[in-house]
């Protein structure tokens, strides 16, 4: 089962996402992130510490929503990559594009959280 939950600390809006992204499941995540990119955010961050599974046409999304969220001004981030997907990701080089935090580094950075 699929599940988001947004939480909002600060000037940032954490997406939590809990399950598998797969494409027929996209536009749940297309309606959270639209939500997300309007509000009066600096930065939206995206928990994968209990994504399971992500496929290409999601990948292809997340990008989408990196190049908005630069002309927008605002910082799309990732963290706490569980295994499979930090392995997934750095096959697909995709931290040339998103910047990755473990949790400890996104909450030191962006939460303050000593």
């Excluded at 990732?78 to 949790?103: C, D, G, M, Q, V």
Aim: hydrophobic share 45%.
């Amino acid at each position: 089962m699929l599940s988001f939950i947004v939480e909002e600390r600060k000037n940032i809006a954490i997406i939590h996402i809990k399950g598998e992204l797969f494409q027929e499941k996209l536009s749940e995540l297309e309606k959270v992130w639209a939500e997300q990119i309007e509000k009066e955010v600096a930065t939206i961050a995206i928990d994968c510490a209990e994504l399971t599974f992500i496929d290409s046409p999601t990948i292809g999304a997340l990008v989408k929503f990196f190049n908005e969220a630069m002309v927008r001004g605002k910082k799309l981030i990732f963290y706490e990559l569980n295994p499979p997907i930090k392995a997934l990701f750095n096959s697909a080089r995709l931290e040339r594009f998103f910047p990755i935090f473990t949790k400890e580094k996104f909450e030191k950075e962006f939460l303050e959280v000593q």
